[in-house]
Nanobody, 119 residues
Framework: QVQLVESGGGLVQAGGSLRLSCSAS????????MAWHRQAPGKQRELVAS???????NYADSVKGRFTISRDGAKNAVYLELNSLKPEDTAVYYC?????????????WGQGTQVTVSS
């Protein structure tokens, strides 16, 4: 059974920073792309950033220059550094990973971690 567990969310003032972490555990042969998504109240879930196994990254326009995604292959982990936070960044942040297991390749999601930015 594969699980993704996020940590690092919290309450921060506008202009502040946070670092989110997500670790995958279970029977994992390999991990393809990993990503962070977010969902604000009343809005659809959106892709924030993604990173391939080779390290290529992609960001939503709204976070370019402020957020940085990285991963640690040895730890099956993905991170999101959030800087210059704005109130509109308030959301539940979810990590996702495309995981190759013994019998299938599929996407897994974490349970989410709340990020709240006060003005």
């Amino acid at each position: 059974q594969v699980q993704l567990v996020e940590s690092g969310g919290g309450l921060v003032q506008a202009g502040g920073s946070l670092r989110l972490s997500c670790s995958a555990s279970g029977t994992i042969f390999s991990i393809n792309a990993m990503a962070w998504h977010r969902q604000a109240p009343g809005k659809q879930r959106e892709l924030v950033a993604s990173i391939t196994r080779g390290g290529n990254t992609n960001y939503a326009d709204s976070v370019k220059g402020r957020f940085t995604i990285s991963r640690d292959g040895a730890k099956n982990a993905v991170y999101l550094e959030l800087n210059s936070l704005k109130p509109e960044d308030t959301a539940v942040y979810y990590c996702a990973a495309d995981i190759i297991g013994p019998s299938s390749t599929r996407a897994y999601w974490g349970q989410g971690t709340q990020v709240t930015v006060s003005s």
